[in-house]
């Protein structure tokens, strides 16, 4: 179980859902301000309002600090032995969840752990297709309605930087991942890409070194 992990997942759930206009992270800081004001209205005793005061903004620390972390915790392994494995083919799609700056029809989010698949197409062009579903968080807030359906990664083989294997946390349950830093129009990007299980994660890992440039691994015990 990771406690790290699951306070990384409330918060990126808390910085995406809205209620209404409002993202459900600036609640905290629209609690704390109502607390406030209800002591100063003689609403609510002081120490009450203070300790309401303390926790959101306790509350609101750890948000902002999950935010800086990207929401997710990548921590690098030893590359396990895996048994023999059939490559893959064009087109065959991976099925993973996968987290980095998406985009389509001219609009770029950034998403973790979202559903998602893997392909390389017959250029030897790789595609991560993220699938952003209708959904709702505590029965009120929901997922913005503009960003629900399909987004795009695409990188090219000469453009990865660097490939690392690992782990993710995000939520209680670590999975088995692989980090790429690639070249892209804006800059360097990062794109994790996190598996069910060890042999997916090397199906897909044998795929991106097939043609990439010669790459330096960074050291196991490394985070990002």
């Given at each position: 179980?990771?406690?790290?992990?699951?306070?990384?997942?409330?918060?990126?759930?808390?910085?995406?859902?809205?209620?209404?206009?409002?993202?459900?992270?600036?609640l905290p800081a629209v609690l704390a301000l109502a607390s406030a004001l209800a002591?100063?209205?003689?609403?609510?005793?002081?120490?009450?309002?203070?300790?309401a005061v303390a926790l959101c903004v306790i509350l609101t620390s750890i948000?902002?600090?999950?935010?800086?972390?990207?929401?997710?915790?990548?921590?690098?392994?030893?590359?396990?032995a895996t048994p023999e494995f059939t490559p893959l083919v064009p087109d065959e799609k991976v099925l993973l969840r996968a987290t980095g700056h998406f985009e389509v029809s001219g609009m770029r989010r950034y998403f973790v752990e979202v559903i998602a698949a893997f392909s390389t197409l017959e250029t030897r062009e790789h595609v991560v297709m993220g699938w952003i579903p209708p959904s709702r968080f505590l029965l009120l807030a929901s997922w913005p309605k503009a960003e629900v359906g399909m987004w795009y990664i695409f990188f090219k083989p000469e453009a990865i930087e660097e490939i690392a294997v690992g782990e993710v946390r995000f939520?209680?349950?670590?999975?088995?991942?692989?980090?790429?830093?690639y070249r892209a129009k804006r800059g360097q990007e990062t794109l994790y890409l996190s598996f069910d299980?060890?042999?997916?994660?090397?199906?897909?890992?044998?795929?991106?070194?097939?043609?990439?440039?010669?790459?330096?691994?960074?050291?196991?015990?490394?985070?990002?």
């Open positions: 179980m990771s406690i790290v992990g699951l306070a990384l997942k409330l918060s990126y759930l808390m910085s995406r859902y809205r209620l209404g206009l409002l993202p459900l992270s600036y002591a100063r209205a003689g609403l609510l005793e002081v120490g009450h309002a203070l300790l948000l902002f600090l999950a935010r800086r972390q990207g929401y997710i915790v990548f921590c690098q392994r030893e590359e396990e939520g209680l349950r670590a999975r088995p991942a692989i980090r790429i830093s299980d060890a042999l997916q994660r090397q199906r897909v890992l044998e795929d991106l070194r097939r043609d990439a440039p010669t790459w330096r691994s960074p050291r196991p015990g490394s985070r990002g």
